[in-house]
């Protein structure tokens, strides 16, 4: 399968604990994109990657969140002491090229903060 | 920021009808895409279509941007295609570095047998 990968596909954390999340883009995806998606809701973009550079972050991405793409190949998205407020699925995207391309969604991460 | 409007909000037929979804927005783009979102969460990628008219067997898509609509029409429904529907957005002018994609609500669509 060469989509967009993420783990774990579920995660049930308890209130304060340190969450990290994973995704692996199409492989010659140059961008990388975070999004957030509550119940009802349709996603709502939190940073974006292109090749190791941070270049976009949302105002919804608080100062709990780090995103990190080391190497411009996977990235993880780490929430610090998290809040019942964080649950929600958290969803990766890649895209090809400079400018605009189609975006490639992968199967997203559940979080549930008890 | 860009607004997206996507109408209407639920929808229910009967299998074998035929469905018309709304995406309007608020600005020029240079990127609009189709989802439709499955039960286990997943964003299925139905069309990429900044403007012009495209046909993928039973489902198909216009934009008109300089009208800022798109609609995505469905024939011959199928139970297989209930769910959620997204149209999503990125616009022309990011000014403030807007390069993700901003999202409609969604159409709840369900096919009854």
């Known amino acids: 399968d060469t989509g967009v990968s993420q783990d774990p596909r579920h995660k049930i954390t308890k209130r304060g604990q340190n969450v990290t999340f994973r995704c692996d883009p199409i492989?010659?995806?140059?961008?990388l994109y975070w999004y957030r998606q509550t119940l009802g809701q349709g996603p709502e973009f939190l940073t974006y990657?292109?090749?190791?550079?941070?270049?976009?972050k949302s105002r919804l991405l608080s100062d709990r969140f780090s995103a990190e793409r080391p190497k411009g190949s996977f990235s993880t998205l780490e929430i610090q002491r998290t809040e019942q407020g964080d649950s929600a699925m958290y969803l990766c995207?890649?895209?090809?090229?400079?400018?605009?391309?189609?975006?490639?969604f992968g199967q997203g991460t559940r979080l549930t903060v008890v | 920021g860009i607004q997206v409007e996507q109408s209407p909000p639920d929808l229910i037929l009967q299998e074998g009808a035929n469905s018309t979804l709304r995406c309007n927005f608020s600005?020029?783009?240079?990127?609009l895409q189709w989802f439709h979102q499955n039960p286990w969460g997943q964003l299925i990628n139905l069309f990429y279509?900044?403007?012009g008219t495209k046909q993928n067997g039973r489902l198909s898509a216009t934009t008109v941007a300089t009208e800022r609509y798109s609609l995505l029409y469905i024939s011959s429904s199928q139970t297989t295609d209930s769910g959620v529907y997204f149209c999503?957005?990125?616009?022309?002018?990011?000014?403030?570095?807007?390069?993700?994609?901003?999202f409609g609500k969604g159409t709840h669509l369900i096919i009854q047998p």
């Open positions: 995207a890649s895209s090809l090229g400079k400018d605009v391309g189609e975006a490639f």
């Open positions: 492989s010659e995806h140059n961008r």
């Open positions: 990657f292109q090749n190791e550079a941070q270049l976009e």
């Open positions: 600005d020029s783009v240079n990127n």
């Open positions: 279509i900044p403007s």
């Open positions: 999503a957005v990125r616009p022309l002018y990011s000014g403030g570095g807007a390069d993700g994609l901003t």
